[in-house]
């Protein structure tokens, strides 16, 4: 069992950064593949980065690959998202996963979610 809860989201203008921080409460966290997830207005939930238990494989969708960076800190029980060169249509909520995989499809999927926090890009 794990608890998750999203901060640094935030207003930036296109071209800005923001990193979003996933505290994870619960002794099986470093058991966990982490992720992020987003779902913007009008649009559908959407798988961002994802990082493996040891943080040793990374994945991102094809939309952010170059400009988001997923990383973790087990010891503090944490999860980032570096989010460079922010665009107005990565504005979104921001969802933390645990217990992320990859189905055969290439979709992905979480078990555990945090509430989300708001990221918004102006133009």
């Known amino acids: 069992q794990v608890q998750l809860v999203e901060s640094g989201g935030g207003l930036v203008q296109a071209g800005g950064s923001l990193r979003l921080s996933c505290a994870a409460s619960?002794?099986?966290?470093?058991?966990?593949?982490m992720g992020w997830f987003r779902q913007g207005p009008g649009k559908e939930r959407e798988f961002v980065a994802a990082?493996?238990?040891?943080?040793?494989?990374?994945y991102y969708a094809d939309s952010v690959k170059g400009r988001f960076t997923i990383s973790r800190d087990n010891a503090k029980g944490t999860v980032f998202l570096q989010m460079n060169s922010l665009k107005p249509w990565d504005t979104a909520v921001y969802y933390c996963?645990?217990?992320?995989?990859?189905?055969?499809?290439?979709?992905?999927?979480?078990?555990?979610w945090g509430q989300g926090t708001q990221v918004t890009v102006s133009s």
């Open positions: 990082i493996t238990w040891n943080g040793g494989s990374t």
């Open positions: 996963a645990g217990d992320v995989s990859r189905s055969y499809d290439s979709s992905w999927m979480g078990i555990y």
């Open positions: 619960g002794r099986t966290f470093r058991s966990y593949a």
